[in-house]
């Protein structure tokens, strides 16, 4: 690879990685722009004649990297709490089909395990932009998700994962398809303009693009810590899940990184054991009275930690590979520091303000 293909390849995956983390701040469009690069960057690479090995488990590894993202700012912004249960359901359920897919490399998983999470979270936005998502009903909400699975998500999943076919090239062997496809782009927007937007509800705020503000209840660090050290535990429903999430996002790593020499177990058993001594971190500085701690020291302290917790578990076992124990140290702060200041934000809303939408 020549310097200005190598500075491309580092351009699109460090975008890739960087975007995601402004889904919080600005859901909407960081998850259309995370999404957009996603769409192209292999189009990207082919332009300067690189077409990278293998890149399609880590394209998939660099999927859940941003979706998790996206799945810890729902608990942080989302005020539904129908719409955060099925947004639940829809992210693990795709996270457990890329970690199958990455095992035995069958394609029709991605078809059975489709995202269907991505499009439902871009749904909800667009809902928020205007309108009050507390507002709407839990049927709703899974009519929304059933609709995106069945109409959008499995024939793109089909079209892309089992048939592997290339829009481009398919458009270039049957150009007839460029006017249907621009008449039912022309009856949908129709249809939006026509039929659904006069019979949407008056509009509850101007257009937000921003996330919302955090509760007054918890609007502080140290509010946080107060909720954390009263009411987290050690081994709680909360920690099994971020186990779950970072444990099957790591798996996924270690299946595309050279050079992982960890089986599936052990690499899954070992990131649980992190996530505890992390959780045991997290309350210990909760129980701090009055703490300012702010997002970059806390990832700070947590990168600082688990650097040497990774870097002494490497060397007992005599096989320190710096890189790999640099990434995962990195991918594990960051999403145990996403996870610690974003779940009490869920907790206090289900809590203190758990909505009661009327029937529509």
């Not at 998790?68 to 693990?92: C, D, H, I, M």
């Not at 006017?179 to 129709?190: I, Q």
């Not at 303009?193 to 509009?203: E, K, S």
Request: aromatic fraction near 12%; proline fraction near 6%; charge should be positive.
């Amino acid at each position: 690879m020549g310097t200005e293909t190598t500075l491309i390849f580092v351009a699109v995956v460090g975008a890739r990685f960087v975007v995601p983390l402004l889904i919080p701040l600005f859901p909407l469009p960081a998850i259309v722009v995370a999404l957009v690069l996603d769409g192209i960057d292999q189009s990207v690479f082919q332009w300067f004649g690189h077409d990278p090995p293998g890149y399609q488990s880590y394209d998939k590894a660099m999927d859940m990297f941003y979706l998790s993202v996206a799945y810890l700012s729902v608990l942080r912004n989302w005020t539904s709490r129908p719409a955060l249960e099925v947004a639940r359901f829809l992210f693990f359920y795709r996270l457990a089909g890329v970690v199958l897919f990455e095992l035995i490399a069958w394609r029709p998983l991605l078809l059975i395990f489709p995202n269907t999470f991505e499009y439902f979270f871009i749904a909800y936005e667009i809902v928020r932009l205007r309108w009050n998502p507390a507002g709407v009903t839990a049927k709703r909400w899974v009519i929304t998700a059933a609709c995106i699975w069945v109409f959008v998500k499995l024939p793109q999943e089909w079209w892309i994962h089992v048939a592997q076919l290339d829009v481009t090239d398919t458009l270039r062997a049957h150009p007839v398809l460029i006017p249907v496809l621009a008449l039912l782009g022309v009856a949908l927007l129709v249809f939006l303009r026509y039929w659904l937007w006069p019979r949407l509800p008056a509009p509850a705020w101007p257009r937000r693009l921003a996330a919302d503000p955090l509760p007054t209840e918890i609007d502080t660090a140290a509010e946080r810590d107060r909720w954390v050290s009263t009411h987290w535990r050690m081994l709680s429903g909360a920690t099994a899940e971020k186990v779950v999430l970072i444990g099957l996002l790591c798996v996924i790593y270690g299946e595309v990184l050279p050079g992982v020499r960890s089986t599936h177990l052990q690499m899954f058993l070992g990131i649980g054991v992190f996530v505890l001594v992390n959780t045991a971190i997290t309350l210990a500085v909760a129980r701090r009275t009055g703490s300012r701690e702010s997002a970059l020291a806390a990832f700070g302290l947590r990168l600082v930690t688990n650097a040497g917790l990774v870097l002494v578990v490497e060397m007992l076992r005599g096989e320190l590979q710096l890189g790999n124990a640099l990434f995962f140290t990195l991918l594990l702060s960051l999403l145990i520091t996403l996870d610690d200041r974003f779940r009490p934000v869920a907790q206090v809303r289900q809590t203190y303000r758990e909505p009661r939408p009327a029937a529509r």
